[in-house]
């Protein structure tokens, strides 16, 4: 029993030392994607993509607001033939609306990942490359609130700047 705790304390007093000799460091990755370059032209560019279709839907809008106006003005002198067609042109409209809603937002989502993928591929090995040269064993992303004490010293945000050419 003696010989078992012994052990136990040995390979505990190894593990310890082991994890005791890694490196560790931490980024803000928030923090890094605002001050790259590339973000900022991707939002922009977003922006004018994800305007087109509020503008498209502003317009469809004004043209449903029309036609619900035109249809309670002029529905006492309608007959129900002519009534059903507003109704139904109406109701068109407002499905087309919701469509294009639907559909601008999944295209505008698909574009944003598109145009993200390369900058996030970059900030990703500048943060590998930063790890390999500075000897670092592992780095963690502060962004996601896991990290609950850190040194300054061990913020890696200057150097994977410094790596992305970024001041």
Same mark, same amino acid.
């Given at each position: ?5 012994? /052990? ?7 593990? +310890? ?15 890094? /994607?605002?001050?790259?370059?590339? =973000?900022?032209?991707?939002?922009? +560019? ?5 305007? #087109?279709?509020?503008?498209? @839907? ?7 607001? #029309?036609?619900? !106006?035109?249809? &309670?003005?002029n529905e ?7 009534? *059903? %067609? !507003? %109704?139904? *042109?109406?109701?068109? @409209? &407002? ?7 639907q559909s ?15 900058? @996030? ?7 590998k490359d =930063?790890?390999? *040269? ?8 502060? #962004? ?14 200057? /150097?994977?700047?410094?790596? /992305?050419?970024?001041?």
């Amino acid at each position: 029993m003696k010989k078992i705790t012994l /052990l136990a304390a040995l390979f505990g007093t190894f593990i +310890s030392a082991t994890y005791a000799q890694n490196k560790l460091g931490y980024i803000n990755s928030r923090e890094l /994607l605002e001050v790259m370059p590339e =973000v900022k032209k991707a939002d922009s +560019s977003l922006q004018i993509y994800a305007k #087109s279709f509020q503008d498209q @839907l502003e317009s469809m809008s004004k043209e449903y607001e #029309s036609k619900v !106006k035109d249809f &309670q003005a002029n529905e006492k002198t309608m007959n129900e033939a002519v009534k *059903e %067609v !507003k %109704v139904k *042109e109406v109701q068109q @409209l &407002q499905e087309r609306m919701e469509t294009l809603q639907q559909s601008a937002q999944e295209k505008t989502a698909k574009r944003r990942e598109e145009m993200y993928k390369p900058i @996030l591929e970059k900030a990703d090995k500048a943060i590998k490359d =930063v790890a390999k *040269e500075n000897k670092y064993d592992y780095i963690f992303d502060a #962004s996601g609130g896991a990290i609950l004490f850190a040194k300054d010293s061990d913020n890696v945000l200057s /150097l994977v700047k410094t790596k /992305l050419g970024i001041k």
